[in-house]
């Protein structure tokens, strides 16, 4: 019980982090989503709004530690893990869309892009000369897939017939389910997956579209260059950390390591540290490099243009994007710091999501299983 607390108490404490972090991770002409022009960054109802959204997410977090006591003291500890978590990502999904309404309708009522010559910039050379992808720093998460999968290969013929149930993070030792092959494996096979699938996201995102500054169209063009280098080799370096969580969490399973609040401790320490890290590279780089600092000659390039007002193809605050007319299947998400989004406009979006929403239906019947055991 005292290491699902103490998993519940983290993961609060990481929800309420991460949202208040995403205002100032963003770019300073995209506040709460709403793209205004250089000489409105720092309006009053920006400046006022980023006030009220703070004391929100605050607020919020207090009242999910708070609600954790009686949930605690009535159901047990499991809701801390799912129910709190949830409800805190959608209230503070709430403030944030607050802010942006808010944002946008004093961007509105100031015609705030009156007089501005708008325009847009493009780098064709990511296109014939792309970011390389460094495969070296994918070894790290290799060699932990390898080094587990030895691990569970020698340890299988000693299993018992049953395995601890696996909880998000943890194994429920209360509840058990069948030693199969699947069930034993599982962080396994979730580790093969992310050694595969993250490095091609990561591959995707060098050819992914830029988003540039018009007004500075080489200046922002290097350090988007960059920003996408650092950010190629974050996701090489948090596939290793989620390996390693995987790793801890299949030791449980197979009983080597008994669970405990040190065992809960390491096992989320991994994403810990790689959410720090993109947490400080986002401080220290900025949204699509823009904290990056000018090279000489780059302090007086301005093209008298400011970038598109390109709102109406943003929705729920900047969360998601839909353009019939752009090409880009990716774009950088206007919220946070390096997220990306698939464009609803194009065709090839709507068949990923169809297939997705095909292999949930088949799960959902028992035809797919998704889960082990």
Same mark, same amino acid.
Request: charged fraction near 15%; charge should be positive.
């Given at each position: 019980?005292?290491?699902?607390?103490?998993?519940?108490?983290?993961?609060?404490?990481?929800?309420?982090?991460?949202?208040?972090?995403?205002?100032?991770?963003?770019?300073?002409?995209?506040?709460?989503?709403?793209?205004?022009?250089?000489?409105?960054?720092?309006?009053?109802?920006?400046?006022?709004?980023?006030?009220?959204?703070?004391?929100?997410?605050?607020?919020?977090?207090?009242?999910?530690?708070? /609600?954790?006591?009686? *949930?605690?003291?009535?159901?047990?500890?499991? +809701?801390?893990?799912? @129910?709190? $978590? #949830? !409800? %805190? &990502?959608?209230?503070?999904?709430?403030?944030?869309?607050?802010?942006?309404?808010?944002?946008?309708?004093?961007?509105?009522?100031?015609?705030?892009?009156?007089?501005?010559?708008?325009?847009?910039? /493009?780098?064709?050379? *990511?296109?014939?000369?792309?970011?390389?992808? +460094?495969?070296?720093? @994918?070894? $790290? #998460? !290799? %060699? &932990?897939?390898?080094?587990?999968?030895?691990?569970?290969?020698?340890?299988?013929?000693?299993?018992?017939?049953?395995?601890?149930?696996?909880?998000?993070?943890?194994?429920?030792?209360?509840?058990?389910?069948?030693?199969?092959?699947?069930?034993?494996?599982?962080?396994?096979?979730?580790?093969?997956?992310?050694?595969?699938?993250?490095?091609?996201?990561?591959?995707?995102?060098?050819?992914?579209?830029?988003?540039?500054?018009?007004?500075?169209?080489?200046?922002?063009?290097?350090?988007?260059?960059?920003?996408?280098?650092?950010?190629?080799?974050?996701?090489?370096?948090?596939?290793?950390?989620?390996?390693?969580?995987?790793?801890?969490?299949?030791?449980?399973?197979?009983?080597?390591?008994?669970?405990?609040?040190?065992?809960?401790?390491?096992?989320?320490?991994?994403?810990?540290?790689?959410?720090?890290?993109?947490?400080?590279?986002?401080?220290?780089?900025?949204?699509?490099?823009?904290?990056?600092?000018?090279?000489?000659?780059?302090?007086?390039?301005?093209?008298?243009?400011?970038?598109?007002?390109?709102?109406?193809?943003?929705?729920?605050?900047?969360?998601?994007?839909?353009?019939?007319?752009?090409?880009?299947?990716?774009?950088?998400?206007?919220?946070?710091?390096?997220?990306?989004?698939?464009?609803?406009?194009?065709?090839?979006?709507?068949?990923?999501?169809?297939?997705?929403?095909?292999?949930?239906?088949?799960?959902?019947?028992?035809?797919?299983?998704?889960?082990?055991?």
């Amino acid at each position: 019980m005292t290491t699902l607390v103490a998993a519940g108490l983290l993961i609060i404490a990481l929800v309420t982090t991460a949202a208040w972090a995403m205002p100032a991770l963003a770019r300073p002409s995209l506040p709460f989503g709403v793209r205004v022009p250089p000489h409105r960054t720092t309006d009053q109802a920006i400046i006022e709004q980023r006030r009220i959204y703070t004391r929100r997410v605050l607020g919020l977090g207090a009242l999910g530690l708070l /609600a954790s006591v009686p *949930l605690i003291l009535i159901r047990g500890p499991e +809701p801390m893990l799912i @129910l709190i $978590p #949830a !409800v %805190l &990502v959608v209230a503070d999904a709430v403030a944030y869309y607050l802010a942006h309404r808010e944002v946008r309708a004093a961007k509105s009522r100031g015609n705030w892009y009156a007089g501005s010559r708008q325009g847009t910039t /493009a780098d064709t050379t *990511l296109r014939t000369d792309p970011v390389r992808v +460094p495969w070296a720093w @994918l070894a $790290p #998460a !290799v %060699l &932990v897939l390898i080094a587990t999968a030895a691990v569970g290969i020698t340890r299988y013929g000693e299993l018992p017939a049953t395995l601890p149930a696996q909880r998000g993070m943890g194994v429920d030792t209360a509840h058990r389910m069948s030693t199969t092959w699947p069930a034993a494996f599982a962080p396994v096979l979730v580790q093969a997956a992310l050694t595969l699938l993250m490095p091609l996201l990561a591959a995707g995102l060098t050819r992914a579209r830029p988003e540039l500054d018009a007004a500075r169209p080489a200046g922002s063009a290097r350090r988007y260059r960059a920003y996408l280098t650092g950010v190629v080799r974050l996701i090489m370096s948090t596939t290793a950390c989620a390996n390693l969580t995987a790793l801890v969490i299949a030791l449980q399973l197979w009983e080597i390591l008994p669970p405990s609040v040190i065992v809960t401790v390491v096992t989320y320490l991994p994403l810990g540290l790689a959410l720090a890290a993109w947490i400080v590279f986002e401080f220290r780089v900025g949204q699509a490099g823009h904290r990056l600092p000018a090279e000489p000659g780059e302090e007086a390039e301005d093209s008298a243009l400011v970038q598109r007002d390109d709102d109406r193809y943003w929705r729920l605050g900047g969360f998601v994007y839909a353009n019939r007319t752009d090409p880009a299947l990716f774009v950088h998400q206007r919220a946070g710091g390096a997220n990306w989004t698939m464009n609803l406009g194009h065709p090839i979006t709507w068949a990923v999501l169809a297939t997705l929403l095909v292999i949930a239906l088949l799960s959902a019947t028992g035809i797919v299983p998704l889960t082990a055991g």
